[in-house]
């Protein structure tokens, strides 16, 4: 079976702060992915990341970046210099090699000006 | 980028009614589409998975004749809420992948449904 949790319900910083938002996962499969995706008030998923099991390198992307540490099963993901622009529910997700999406909880992150 | 097309983006009908959302690969071939259903506050839950030409798996506890799934084409995946109520109120998020199960999946922008 495979399971994500978000811990965070919410969470909310002022702008230019750092946040980071945790997501530990369980999967039985040996190959599997993980992503993260943005989801704005106005609903569409906006896609950030995808990860591979075997790749733990972390990944940094502007002000966004992630890191992939297998052996706690954690994929967290860190923006820096938080803007208001940032403010929406963030998803990580599992899927195994087979399987389908398993999205975790959401974190919703509110960046105040 | 690969580009999934929802339609509509949000629809309002009187509980009795019969809705139809439609989800389009734009620029590749859809063998499997996805659809999903999120309420307020709430996590995206699958509901269904397509083949085209195929019938639809549904997840369990999904009602297969109130939520209809049709899976016509490589590029069109339909759903269909029958006699909707108000508790089918909800985000419906409709995805399609192109080949095997480790390719990437497209998510459309979502329909949201409100029954009165």
């Known amino acids: ?113 | 980028g690969a580009v999934v097309s929802q339609h509509p983006s949000w629809v309002i009908c009187k509980s009795g009614t019969s809705v139809k959302i439609e989800c389009r690969s734009l620029d590749f071939q859809a063998t499997t589409m996805f659809w999903y259903r999120q309420f307020p506050k709430q996590s995206l839950m699958l509901m269904a998975t397509s083949n085209e030409g195929s019938k639809a798996t549904y997840e369990q506890g999904v009602e297969k004749d109130k939520f209809l799934i049709n899976h016509a084409s490589l590029t069109l995946s339909t759903l269909t809420v029958t006699s909707a109520h108000p508790e089918d109120s909800s985000f419906y998020i409709c995805s399609a992948r192109d080949g095997g199960a480790n390719q990437p999946q497209h998510f459309g922008d979502g329909t949201r449904l409100s029954i009165l």
């Open chain 1, 1 to 113: 079976a495979q399971k994500v949790t978000q811990a965070q319900t919410e969470i909310s910083v002022v702008e230019k702060e750092d946040v980071t938002l945790d997501c530990v996962y369980e999967t039985r499969d040996t190959t599997y992915y993980l992503f993260w995706y943005k989801q704005p008030p106005s609903g569409e998923l906006v896609f950030l990341i995808r990860r591979n099991s075997f790749d733990e390198q972390n990944e940094i992307s502007g002000r966004y970046s992630w890191n992939f540490q297998k052996s706690t099963s954690s994929f967290n993901f860190t923006i820096t210099a938080s803007q208001v622009v940032d403010s929406a529910v963030y998803f990580c997700a599992v899927r195994g090699e087979g399987q389908n999406f398993v999205f975790g909880p959401g974190t919703r992150l509110s960046v105040l000006p």
